[in-house]
């Protein structure tokens, strides 16, 4: 895996994270509303529905029935009226309010607060008063999905221009390793440009100055080979000078003694 990879690597985990935080507080301040909408919700109906309770002596179980459909639906609450033998005689109707509609499920698990249920007594049955926090999580969820696709949208981003910036910056050391190649094949006479950045500057004089290096020694090493040749050479005529003054010597040595 490339440098390059690595750091666009640990730079996107760290995001993620981030967002992962983000999510996280944003789900837990909507559960924390969800709670007290419900809470409050909740209260008020059953205080209004109290009130029944003193009056259900006078009034039959279908006065209190017709009541209740001309109530129509309380906010945020389900209502039932049940009769003595527990049959439910009626029943709030459904919420218009972005009918038809509901949030999923594993969302709707994180941030509903547990259903409470109050129950008044009448004279003639009793009432069950539920709070019902499916609009407040689809209101919850409307503004999770736009924050949830911005901000990844965002991680995707940033992590896509931290990947082109890190492939700029780390461009010296691309040329470095080039150049480094190239001598590994013989070629001493490469040479890095300036490059941008004051660390780029500086490997690249390190790197010429080492190339300038192996060439001066290189050179150096080649006259010294080339100066040993040449001795070399001269030893051998030497010799051969030698040896042959010593064969003339002894040519006019063997002349003289036969005079």
Not at 109 to 125: D, F, M, N, Y
Not at 137 to 153: A, K, Q, R, Y
Request: glycine share 6%.
């Amino acid at each position: 895996m490339s440098l390059r990879l690595q750091i666009n690597l640990i730079i996107g985990v760290m995001l993620l994270c981030f967002a992962s935080l983000l999510i996280g507080l944003q789900l837990e301040d909507t559960r924390r509303s969800v709670d007290d909408e419900m809470e409050g919700a909740n209260m008020v109906a059953t205080q209004v529905l109290s009130r029944l309770e003193a009056v259900s002596n006078q009034t039959s179980l279908n006065d209190m029935r017709q009541f209740l459909i001309k109530l129509g639906r309380v906010r945020a609450n389900e209502i039932e009226l049940l009769d003595l033998d527990g049959h439910v005689v009626y029943h709030s109707p459904p919420p218009v309010y972005k009918a038809g509609r509901d949030a999923p499920q594993w969302y709707s698990q994180i941030v509903s607060p547990s259903v409470k249920t109050r129950e008044i007594h009448l004279a003639h049955g009793r009432l069950l008063v539920r709070a019902d926090p499916s609009r407040a999580v689809l209101d919850g969820w409307d503004d999770f999905v736009p924050m949830l696709i911005t901000l990844f949208t965002g991680v995707a981003v940033v992590i896509l221009l931290v990947y082109w910036l890190l492939g700029r910056a780390l461009q010296p050391i691309q040329q470095v390793v080039h150049a480094l190649q190239e001598v590994g094949r013989g070629d001493y006479d490469i040479r890095l440009p300036d490059m941008r950045g004051q660390e780029a500057q500086m490997m690249g004089q390190a790197f010429n100055s080492m190339a300038s290096s192996i060439q001066d020694g290189i050179a150096a090493r080649e006259k010294a080979r080339e100066a040993t040749q040449a001795l070399a050479q001269s030893r051998e005529l030497t010799h051969v000078i030698q040896a042959r003054i010593e064969e003339v010597r002894g040519q006019i040595a063997r002349e003289l003694h036969d005079e």
